[in-house]
T-cell receptor
Framework: SQKIEQNSEALNIQEGKTATLTCNYT??????LQWYRQDPGRGPVFLLL?????KEKRKERLKVTFDTTLKQSLFHITASQPADSATYLC????????FGKGTRLHILP | SQTIHQWPATLVQPVGSPLSLECTVE??????LYWYRQAAGRGLQLLFY??????ISSEVPQNLSASRPQDRQFILSSKKLLLSDSGFYLC???????????FGPGTRLTVT
């Protein structure tokens, strides 16, 4: 069955450093991959979409890579700030979309 | 711009009681709408999606049902709640073209 894996452990990063989150998947060939941010008690917020024929996408301090051979996406936040602390969800889509469980990120001041 | 409303924000219901959660959207017409559940320690689980009035697709067979009586209204229901129905229920609409999901504020349901 289709499976998405994100770091189950929380990630602690010092302010100003680059945070890198990983999303691995199996038994799936998605047409696109998305990243969302979710704050406690709130609904997820869409951040970025990258298609299967794209290697990299950037938006301000965010960068996403998509390696369909490794079946992996990396999500980078450069110059991280305490306000970036949240849970980040990876989602894969084709005709349907499936979400990973998310990784909690803590940016330490 | 698109806005999604959900109510109630929180709900505590006893096992065996009925449920009705409502989602309404503004700023768009004929949206694809979704109901998700997020249980503690688990990912977002797609429950239902709808591409139009009266058109419902179920992803997970269980004691929940959904209806779409109007273009911008999506309702999640249950006749008898189970303890396992506890969770954070999110309504979402699909963005045009890019397949991104826009989520509402959610309803926190606790079944006791």
């Amino acid at each position: 069955s289709q499976k998405i894996e994100q770091n189950s452990e929380a990630l602690n990063i010092q302010e100003g450093k680059t945070a890198t989150l990983t999303c691995n998947y199996t038994n799936y060939s998605p047409a696109y991959l998305q990243w969302y941010r979710q704050d406690p008690g709130r609904g997820p917020v869409f951040l970025l979409l990258i298609r299967e024929n794209e290697k990299e996408k950037r938006k301000e301090r965010l960068k996403v890579t998509f390696d369909t051979t490794l079946k992996q996406s990396l999500f980078h936040i450069t110059a991280s700030q305490p306000a970036d602390s949240a849970t980040y969800l990876c989602a894969l889509g084709d005709d349907k979309i499936i979400f990973g469980k998310g990784t909690r990120l803590h940016i330490l001041p | 711009s698109q806005t999604i409303h959900q109510w109630p924000a929180t709900l505590v219901q006893p096992v065996g009681s009925p449920l009705s959660l409502e989602c309404t959207v503004e700023g768009t017409s004929n949206p694809n709408l979704y109901w998700y559940r997020q249980a503690a320690g688990r990912g977002l689980q797609l429950l239902f999606y709808s591409v139009g009035i009266g058109q419902i697709s179920s992803e997970v067979p269980q004691n929940l049902s959904a209806s779409r009586p109007q273009d911008r209204q999506f309702i999640l229901s249950s006749k008898k709640l189970l303890l396992s129905d506890s969770g954070f229920y999110l309504c979402a609409l699909e963005g045009t073209g890019r397949r991104e999901q826009y989520f509402g504020p959610g309803t926190r349901l606790t079944v006791t």
